[in-house]
């Protein structure tokens, strides 16, 4: 949803105005013409379909919501109408919409609300339907399908097209291409077997293919947005920056691409000396085969800036502010978009260290974990080698993951030996462990205990998830990303202020509300019992000994409790004396 302009008046009124503009043109072509919206209604957003018929616009699902007049899902079941012959019913929810399906429906026209994600090939449209989804819904309801799939960038969200239209037996009749706009035509004939696409001409879900070109359109659709048509990427020769700089000639072209390359003044052995030399041929070479033009500038003496002898933590620190204020100067400067090569990683565990700084405006795989930019660049390569070999392996993600770490831990602050067991715990992980744990409890949200990681290092994913939580203002000051996962850091924003971190149960049973409401539950259930029985037994003594319903009535209240109390045990007592007396006297 549009966030808070569903809740503004002039802009629901302009909307509605260009609809109605569109109702009379198409009036004259006699055309009914369907255009899904977020609007408010009774104070609610909703998602609503107009219907643009005879001149007129008609928010259907209002409509008829105020027709059926009680707030129960029969009031939102999916509203049902006609066109020259053809019962038509619009869902944008398949999970919860498909079962209040009226019958008698000739076809379904399914709004894609949820936008792309890499782990669920459901929306990618028509590259599922080979997979064998969405076939069901058409063959075993004997209805037509068609699947309206949006195509293009809208803010974080990303949408790859590919609708498509499914007969009644579940075959695709009809589709659009993936990742562009098209037109696309079908009549709906009922009974009629038309000719079908076969499988094998159908595309195929990949998930690191879908990934790359969602990320170019959201490349392509946030420079338009941003009125920019061109894009700067700080070129440092590693695999992130490296496969930033394919990405924006993908989306923009090779023209429209700007390499920036920041040399490095603090070298004093030949080892740093050779590093700086492989990392400027790596600079080059992935320049050379983009055909970009780059702009050269040199880092600042970090010892002279500062008037003192600096550390190589400070010294680098000062460097990578320098590129970001370089960068952005540069995109200043050319009226471009400045690119980031953050990853999903370096959000979760180094955003404070990273918000100091500019780090750009915008984020392609700020969604997308460091270890997946392997196999990603690998897709891309199969195209044309454009990043080099030697980026992509993994070795090249692990001296990343080495930084990104390295990055974290700077922020941390505590005694010197807390401090070195933290690097010494994080220093043992794998790429794929780190990126593991974090994608385990940012994406599907799992507690500590059910991470991979925690039940052979729970030092270390205890660290990690005390990392992200760390981040969490910091990360709010990073640029924007795409989101293309089952959960981004924009979806899971936690507390910024907030002290908890989870560090699992301890082997401690798991307390719930629910478990604490349902035991609550049954400890009443029982007290009423036990109040039921003892006044059932408090009737039947009534009568066996005389007592009138006024005296049972207070013998019941508090006070007569207390007082059939007080006196149950003084004739306990008195029991008790007279049967030792017995005792005694049989003794004697």
Known sequence: LPGGLVGTADFEHDMLTGLTGVAERIQELDMICIVPAAVSFEGQPLLDYMMLKDGHVVPARSSIALQRGENNDTRWAPPVFDVDG???AVIFDLDRELEMLPTGVDLIAYFQFNAFDMTDRETAAIAAVRSGAYRKIASKRSVWFACMAP????DESVYTGGSFVLDDCGRVVAQAPC?????????IQRGVMLDALEDHELPEFRSEEWLWQALVLAVRDNARARGASRAVVALEGDLPSSLL???????????????LVLGRNRIFTPAQEEAEAARCAAVRAIAERLHIRTVERDAPDAARVLDRDVSAGDAERLRSRALGLMLEDTALELGAMALSPLSKTEYALAAPALSGGYQGDFAPFGDVYLSTLEFVARVRNRTSAVVPQELVTLNAVEDCMERVLAQALSTLDGPVD???RAAQLLGGLEPGEVDGALEAHVDRNQSFDDIPMAAGKPEACSLLLMLVRQGEAARRMLPTAPIVSA?????????????????GLNGKERMTVDSLARAEVRRFADSDTGDRMRGEMMGLLGELLGISPEQMEELRSEDGQRRLHEGMKKFEGEVQDAIERMMGGQGG
């Open 418 to 420: 807390m401090l070195d």
């Open 86 to 88: 053809v019962r038509i």
């Open 245 to 259: 700089a394919a990405l924006a000639v993908d989306a923009l072209g090779p023209r429209n691409v700007i390499g």
């Open 179 to 187: 990742f562009e706009e098209s037109l696309l035509v079908q009549e």
């Open 487 to 503: 959960r981004s850091f924009a979806e899971r924003a936690w507390p910024y202020m907030l002290a908890w971190s989870d560090l």
């Open 151 to 154: 195509v293009g960038a809208y």
